[in-house]
Every structure is written in C-alpha cells, then in structure tokens.
C-alpha cells in the first residue's frame, strides 16, 4: 500500500470539468474522496444520457481498465469534486502482488453488474412514480438542507437528466413531481425540489 499512497495522484475539479470522456483511452482507475460526478452516455442522437450519480468513497474507471478498452462513457464533476487517481500500471502491479485486491475489484465488479441488472427490472416493473420516489430518496441521502417542515435536495442535475437516470420523458417526470405536489409529498419550485412527506415517499418507492 506504501506504493499505492506514493503513486498515486489527486486532482480538485469545479463543476463541469471531466473527468474523462467516452471512447477515450483508459489510464487510471479514479476515487472520488469528495463532492459528486455524474456518469453519461451519448444516445442515439448525440444527445447526453445520465446513467448514474456518485457521490464521495466511489471507485469508477476500473472496468476500461482491467478490461483495456475505451472509456465506456464521460464523466463529468457536477460539483466540486476532489478525486484520487492511480495509473494502470500501478494497478497492474499491485494486482499482481496482491491476491486480496484482486478479489476486491473482481467483487465491485460483480456487484456493479448486480446493480446494473436490477436497475434493469426496475424500469421494467416500476412505475414512472415508484422510480422518481427512489431517485428522490437516493438523492436526499446525505445532500439535503433539513428544516423543521421540509428536506430540501442539493440537487447538481437538471430535471431532464432526473428524467433520465428515471427512465422517462422530462414531461412525464415533470407532471409525476406535480402529482407528488399535490399530495404533499413534495414541495416544487422552479430552482429546487424538497420533500414534506418523507414517510408517504417511502410508501411510493415501495409498492
């Protein structure tokens, strides 16, 4: 570990400055020690699909790299992020000196596919409502400003890219938070979304 500490680097991004970009080469494996990323791809018409969002102790690039292919997809600090990089070639020669991190990655791996297919049964299965409770949820989770009547979200995304890690249109996830609204589950403003019902939300997520 003493040449994983002396090798590796750490950089601070401000918002909107990328990490990497899809189908570039793979370098490094990246940790993000603070702030939060956002991960997309580009669709079928060039436009930018969101896939995921991370937040601090996350590891991402790893799988271009022990696969040694191209970045599979940009990313990009949404806020200020601070971020811990290592080489490729200082991965490969602690993998090879350490069986014990050789089985960390190959179960991050397989835990990442793990989620991956259940994001896919979720779209599946879920309704539009049930999907925007949990990304509403996951996002409050440790980026929230709690008041004594609401948890108002620090969200760094726009509502089309909520729409997005959703699996909908931006009109329909926009009429699902005026549903939500109106049962006051929420409170929606133009510039930010708080939650006043977070019991009732829960309920949603889970039906």
Known sequence: MEKLEREKTVHKYEKGQVIFWEGTPAFAIHCLYS???KIYKTGPKGDPIVIRLLGPGEIFGYRAVLSNEPCAATVE????????????RTLFDLLKQSPELTMRFLAKMAQELRTSEEQI???AQETVRQRTARLLLFLAEGNQQVTRLARTLKVPLLRSEM????GTTPETF???LRFLASKGILQVTKDQISITNTKALEKIAIL
């Open 77 to 88: 600090a949404v806020e200020t992020s601070v971020i811990c990089s290592i080489s490729k």
């Open 174 to 176: 926009s009429r699902t």
């Open 35 to 37: 702030g939060r990323v």
């Open 163 to 166: 729409a997005q890690m959703v």
């Open 121 to 123: 049964l979720v779209i």
